[in-house]
């Protein structure tokens, strides 16, 4: 089944402690992207990679790092999470950047204390 | 810059039809998406349209393109209580950008 798969679904942290969050794709989509979904606020791109070892800032990238080493994998890391990092984080892909559709992850909802 | 505008809030009866309207400033955009987000589960694509359309229907969804006025709007005819859900607009930008609006969160009463 082709499919975006994120993983923690659910990720409680403290101030300060390191933290990854995985995304695989399946369907060998050269465009993967990862979002933070915030109330009244709509999706916001953090970063996004166009291919293997291209990666890219979106709209809020502070405080984030991505890497894309294998085309199926595109991991979110936070460094330092602080508590303005809590959100609901999607990734996602598509076949050919922008202009084919997106496919979404379940989403990682992050709580950071 | 770059931005996407809905209302937030749609309440309508089981049975009407319900129209979301999306607002967007990027003239450059390419195509213009509708998702939906059921609770508790990632964003799904519903329909698009490419930005030389005016129009596009697909079975109960009817999407409309007024490029003139940057305007977008979906409408969903006969709405179901499973129609429930957060529609988020969406605009391609230059092939590597997508831009989504706040979401509107469709209420179906029966």
């Known amino acids: 089944e082709a499919q975006v798969t994120q993983n923690p679904r659910y990720l409680i942290t403290v101030t300060g402690k390191k933290l990854t969050v995985t995304c695989s794709q399946n369907?060998?989509?050269?465009?993967m992207s990862w979002y933070r979904q915030d109330p009244g606020l709509g999706l916001r791109q953090i970063y996004y990679?166009?291919?293997?070892?291209?990666?890219d800032k979106g709209d809020v990238p502070e405080g984030y790092k991505v890497s894309r080493k294998e085309k199926r994998n595109f991991p979110l890391i936070l460094e330092s999470p602080s508590p303005n990092q809590t959100s609901l984080y999607f990734c996602a892909s598509t076949r050919q950047g922008a202009n084919s559709p997106l496919h979404f992850g379940n989403g990682t909802r992050l709580t950071v204390t | 810059g770059e931005d996407v505008e809905q209302s937030l809030f749609l309440s309508v009866r089981e049975g009407d039809s319900s129209v979301i309207n999306c607002t967007y400033t990027?003239?450059?955009?390419?195509?213009l998406y509708w998702y939906k987000q059921e609770p508790g589960a990632g964003l799904q694509l519903l329909t698009y349209?490419?930005?030389?359309?005016d129009m596009k229907q697909d079975q109960r969804l009817t999407v409309l393109l007024n490029k003139k006025d940057k305007h977008l709007s979906l409408r969903i005819a006969d709405t179901q209580t499973g129609d429930s859900a957060i529609y988020f607009c969406?605009?391609?930008?230059?092939?590597?950008?997508?831009?989504f609006g706040p979401g509107t969160s469709l209420s179906v009463i029966p």
């Open positions: 990027d003239s450059s955009s390419t195509y």
């Open positions: 990679s166009m291919n293997v070892e291209v990666t």
């Open positions: 369907m060998n989509h050269e465009y």
């Open positions: 349209i490419f930005s030389n359309m």
């Open positions: 969406a605009e391609s930008i230059n092939g590597d950008k997508v831009i």
